[in-house]
């Protein structure tokens, strides 16, 4: 593979997490997240719990698309979003690299107060 499509790659795929962590930041983008996962919604429907317009809940589904996380088809007026779980998958990989980092320093610690517990006693 060529060194400039392979930094494109990689620049994307920067660029897509930024945007995919981005709409995450949000916890009203996330309680939109949390809703489609359990069944595809209406715009409609995703605003109901809210206390906000139309327009807003619309606008923070636009960034949830910007980033691919969310899917909107229109049937008619109806607007149905559902998540695109292939960008979710993304994040999650990248987080999971991190996760076992974190976890061996979680047991580098759990044993290093083991240690300290056993000399007080």
């Not at 008619?76 to 991190?98: D, M, P, V």
Request: glycine content about 2%; some cysteine.
């Amino acid at each position: 593979m060529g060194t400039d499509i392979l930094n494109y790659m990689v620049n994307h795929n920067k660029n897509q997490l930024n945007e995919i962590f981005h709409a995450l930041a949000d916890p009203t983008r996330r309680e939109i997240i949390h809703m489609m996962a359990q069944k595809e919604r209406t715009v409609s429907e995703l605003a109901e719990p809210f206390d906000m317009s139309l327009a807003a809940i619309s606008k923070h589904i636009k960034v949830l698309e910007r980033a691919n996380l969310v899917e909107r088809n229109i049937t008619g007026r109806t607007h149905i979003c559902s998540i695109n779980a292939e960008s979710l998958s993304r994040a999650s990989e990248w987080l999971r690299f991190y996760e076992k980092f974190w976890s061996n320093r979680f047991d580098i610690l759990e044993s290093e107060l083991l240690k300290a517990k056993n000399r007080e006693h």
